[in-house]
């Protein structure tokens, strides 16, 4: 079950050859990281949650209500919802599929690493020209 919720997460594109998250060794994450227990309070999590709202096990569900399902665990528990997104999402682009099909290379993204764009500053020039727009403390 754990690769049906890698995969509606993160379901990769064949277009940019992305891999889906089902491809990645997770239960190797899980064991470098010790994480066991977190993705199995979250696996049942979800399977609880798609049995209250569709009355059927997460396996069962369509595409729509999967993703749905795995909304809805944000408001059953936030903070193990959180935490499990954040090991999908490191595991995922720390693979070394995924970082050489996206380009980014080995080197960290900032501050010596990839280079950003520089800004346009002027845009904010109306903002600054407009003055202060709040009351002064003094008065009250």
């Keep these: 079950m754990i690769e049906l919720i890698l995969d509606t997460i993160l379901p990769g594109d064949a277009a940019l050859g992305m891999p889906p998250a089902s491809m990645l060794d997770f239960e190797a994450y899980q064991l470098r990281h010790r994480v066991f227990d977190q993705v199995d ?38 903070r193990l919802f959180s935490s499990f997104l954040t090991h999908v999402m490191r595991a995922y682009y720390t693979d070394r ?3 050489t099909q996206a380009s980014a290379g080995a080197v960290p993204p900032f501050p010596a690493g990839n280079e950003l764009d520089t800004d346009d500053w002027t845009i904010l020039e109306p903002v600054y020209m407009r003055g ?7 008065s009250l």
Excluded: H, Y
């Design 132 to 138: 202060a727009i709040w009351r002064s403390t003094d």
């Design 97 to 99: 599929r995924v970082l």
């Design 41 to 78: 309070a979250f696996v049942a999590m979800i399977d609880g949650v798609a049995r209250e709202r569709f009355g059927q096990p997460f396996e069962q569900l369509d595409a729509s209500q999967r993703l749905a399902a795995i909304n809805g665990c944000k408001v059953v528990d936030v």
